[in-house]
């Protein structure tokens, strides 16, 4: 069984500050593992993803994530905050055949002036 | 035109009533689904369709059915409605490989009252 660990349901930070968003997962197999981004009354977009190549992975707006192992984490990351990144971000783990994703309970960002 | 729409956009509904909320995919992929958000909660899967011929509960299928009536759409629908089945519905697609990611559709925002 899978399940996705996102730590701190809100976090604040202040403009031009590091980003900071947490992820761990259990899985039974290797993972394959994204990042969501949802803007206010918007769907879901691919922040980035992790497919076992690199294991840090760029993605888009300047974010990136790091898969480490060991501490079965993926956390996201951005080194300096810019006020439009307010929003929801959504950590979700998928397994391979069955590509079902199990999504984390989500982390509202928000950025101080 | 986006790859996932979802109709309606929003709905108010009494409850006993049934609903349907319909959703088609422009990607060509074999795969869909229906999830759930509400606050804290993050995304959980109701139903998923590996393709037309395929349907399968997911984690809270109770209350909701299904049906795939063509690759590109994928209907939830609610036989009798509840308030505790308030809350935003998301469509999504992936494609058949376990690392290619979820297109979402908007969202329909469903209030039962």
């Known amino acids: 069984a899978q399940s996705v660990t996102q730590l701190g349901s809100h976090v604040s930070v202040s403009e031009g500050a590091l980003v900071l968003l947490r992820c761990n997962y259990s899985s039974s197999v290797p993972p394959y593992l994204f990042w969501y981004v949802q803007y206010p009354n918007q769907g879901l977009q691919l922040l980035l993803k992790?497919?076992?190549?690199?294991?840090l992975v760029k993605g888009i707006n300047g974010f990136e994530a790091e898969f480490k192992k060991s501490e079965t984490s993926f956390h996201l990351t951005k080194p300096s905050a810019h006020m439009s990144d307010a929003a929801e971000y959504f950590c979700?783990?998928?397994?391979?055949?069955?590509?079902?994703?199990?999504f984390g309970s989500g982390t509202k960002l928000n950025v101080k002036p | 035109d986006a790859d996932v729409t979802q109709t309606p956009r929003n709905r108010i509904t009494k409850t006993g009533k049934r609903i349907m909320l319909e959703c088609s995919q422009t990607k060509g992929h074999d795969r869909m689904y229906w999830y759930r958000q509400d606050p804290g909660l993050g995304l959980r899967l109701i139903y998923y369709s590996f393709d037309v011929k395929d349907i399968n509960k997911g984690e809270i299928s109770d209350g909701y059915s299904v049906s795939r009536q063509a690759q590109a759409k994928f209907s939830l629908s609610l036989e009798s409605a509840i308030p505790n089945q308030t809350a935003l519905y998301f469509c999504a697609t992936t494609g058949n490989r376990g690392d290619t990611e979820a297109f979402f559709g908007q969202g329909t925002r469903l209030t039962v009252v």
């Open positions: 992790y497919t076992s190549a690199a294991t």
């Open positions: 979700a783990v998928s397994q391979g055949g069955f590509n079902k994703f199990y």
